[in-house]
């Protein structure tokens, strides 16, 4: 099948690049794609970053320290840009008026002003393509929970929990970088770096909170620097939100947990969903594992576990009892932002990736809970 390629260009050639380009590289997984994505151009400010990339991939044309290069390349239809917070706003910006369809990383600007600010920009390019990155949905047991939200299997809502939980930070002699720094990572702390990733599915089944409690910490308050003297972190470690819903017609408690410092925890994302006829829970701790208990008045009320095998929204070639992980989340979402790419409005399957506007509203709650830790107040989510 002769298949329509999407070349690329990537800004930040990070731990996140890599992760891009790797799932580029075993597209093949996919079944029955007519589409792929071909890595063209690379930037990184610090050159080093770009060997792996050299040594792994043919067919790159344009290698740079300066983004522009990318920018201007006629070769280069999309850009995956992942870089520190601090440079999301001009650079999304740019990407967004040279008409290079982007996915962007989240917070998606370091704050509320710069993400309105991207916005703008991207309202006025209808024709360009943006998504951010957000991979847990693609999971199996989270695309089970997708349909079944979609289908209203749960009755009225009773709470939902979700979360994103660390642990590395535990350690204090880890060094220091640029996610606990405010100038780079942003005031929102822990909250701009995992926040987006919780708040994706709840904004994405209608679910904004009106207002939110937050309580937030900060647990190790220096680090080695670059020189091995202690570094001051600035940042929030954890953060929990517990927010009020307002959804068809009825109320109901939304917990939200953002965590560099959950001891044993190393990517624990999680959703729980409880309602009156049915709940469903899942967790990347058992990342096979989807619980679900369906109830009827009167009658038992035991829960069920299903382990899954890998499908996702797309097929792939892995075979039906076999597990799905992390980079196989990677590869589902750069499979939807392709399709959407590619086909619009009749792409294969319907999880499209998270929008901008979804951001937009994720950044409406992470902004209101900082102003109601500062004043231990209840915040209105929104202006
Ligand atoms: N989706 C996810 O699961 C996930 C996970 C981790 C990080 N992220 C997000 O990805 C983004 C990058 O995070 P990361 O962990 O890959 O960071 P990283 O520090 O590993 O990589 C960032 C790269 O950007 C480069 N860079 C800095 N300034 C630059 C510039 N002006 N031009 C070009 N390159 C520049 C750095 O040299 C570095 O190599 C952030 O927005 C972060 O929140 C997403």
């Known amino acids: 099948m002769a298949k329509r390629e999407i070349k690329f260009g990537i800004i930040g050639c990070g731990l996140m690049g ?15 794609l007519d589409f792929v994505p071909k890595i063209v151009g ?22 740079t320290a300066d983004y522009h290069d990318l920018l201007n390349s006629k070769d280069i239809e999309a850009i995956y840009c992942a870089v520190p917070h601090n440079l999301h706003e001009q650079i999304y910006i740019d990407i967004v008026k040279a008409g290079k369809h982007l996915m962007a990383e989240k917070p998606f600007g370091i704050d509320r002003e710069a993400n309105r600010k991207i ?13 951010c990155s957000s991979e847990f949905p693609f999971f199996p047991g989270v695309q ?55 708040l994706h599915l709840p904004l994405r089944f209608g679910w904004q909170p009106e207002n939110v409690r937050a309580l937030l910490s900060k647990i190790v308050t220096e680090r080695p620097g670059p020189d091995g003297k202690p570094a ?22 939304m917990i939200l ?34 619980r679900t208990m369906t109830y009827t008045p009167g009658g038992a009320q035991a829960w ?34 392709c399709d959407e790419l590619v086909n619009r409005d009749n792409m294969r399957q319907p ?21 109601s830790h500062e004043y231990r107040q209840v915040s209105a989510v929104g202006d």
Not at 177 to 195: P, Q, S
Not at 232 to 253: H, I, K, M
Not at 309 to 324: C, D, H, V, W
Request: aromatic share 12%; net charge negative.
């Open 351 to 371: 999880f499209r990736c998270a929008t901008p506007e979804e951001t937009a509203r994720h950044h409406d709650v992470l902004t209101a809970a900082l102003a």
């Open 257 to 290: 947990e953002t965590k560099r410092i959950a001891p044993g925890e190393t990517n624990t994302w999680y959703i729980r969903i409880y309602g009156t006829e049915f709940s469903a829970e899942f967790s990347t701790k058992y990342p096979k594992t989807l």
């Open 42 to 63: 690379i930037c990184d400010a610090n050159p080093a970053m770009l060997g792996w990339f050299r040594d792994n991939f043919d067919g790159i044309k344009v290698e």
């Open 119 to 131: 916005l703008d920009v991207v309202n006025a390019h209808p024709d360009v393509l943006v998504r």
């Open 18 to 32: 890599r992760e891009f380009a790797s799932a580029a590289a075993r597209w093949c997984h996919l079944l029955n």
């Open 144 to 198: 089970r929970i997708v349909k079944a939200v979609g289908e209203g299997r749960f009755g009225r809502i009773i709470e939902v929990q979700a979360g994103f939980l660390h642990s590395s930070d535990l350690d204090p002699r880890k060094p220091i970088n640029w996610k606990r720094r405010v100038a780079t990572n942003g005031e929102y702390g822990c909250m701009g770096d995992l926040g987006l990733h919780v």
């Open 304 to 337: 069920q576990s299903e382990d899954l095998g890998p499908a996702s929204a797309y097929p792939g070639i892995t075979g039906g009892i076999f597990e799905f992980g992390f980079s196989d989340s990677i590869l589902q979402m750069w499979a939807a932002f």
């Open 232 to 253: 001051a972190c600035e940042t929030w470690d954890n953060a929990t939100l517990a927010c009020e819903v307002s959804s068809g017609g009825s109320r109901f408690p």
